[in-house]
């Protein structure tokens, strides 16, 4: 049987699941069979969020608002 067909199986059968517990079980073991979405970033993407975390914990940060009204003022026709 082909990895597709394997899964549509499963499928079925999760859907046929009536005991609670089974189905929070199931849950369990797909989220901690989960990847980490941060170890499939590149390296310069992760730099690049960490700089801005560490820039927001200083206080270097200007407000949603403060952004737009500088775009908007530079943008007018």
Same mark, same amino acid.
């Given at each position: ?8 199986? +499963? ?6 699941? *009536?005991?609670?517990? +089974? ?11 989960? /990847? %980490?979405?941060?170890?499939? +970033? %590149?390296?310069?993407?992760?730099? /690049? ?12 940060? *200007? /407000?949603?608002?403060?952004?737009? *009204? ?8």
């Amino acid at each position: 049987m082909d990895i597709q067909a394997e899964k549509y199986t +499963l499928i079925e059968r999760i859907i046929q699941i *009536k005991d609670s517990n +089974l189905i929070a079980r199931v849950k369990q073991f797909l989220a901690v069979n989960e /990847s %980490d979405f941060w170890e499939e +970033l %590149d390296e310069d993407l992760k730099a /690049s969020i960490e700089r801005g975390l560490s820039q927001s914990a200083q206080g270097e940060v *200007k /407000s949603h608002g403060e952004v737009m *009204k500088k775009y908007k003022n530079g943008f007018k026709a």
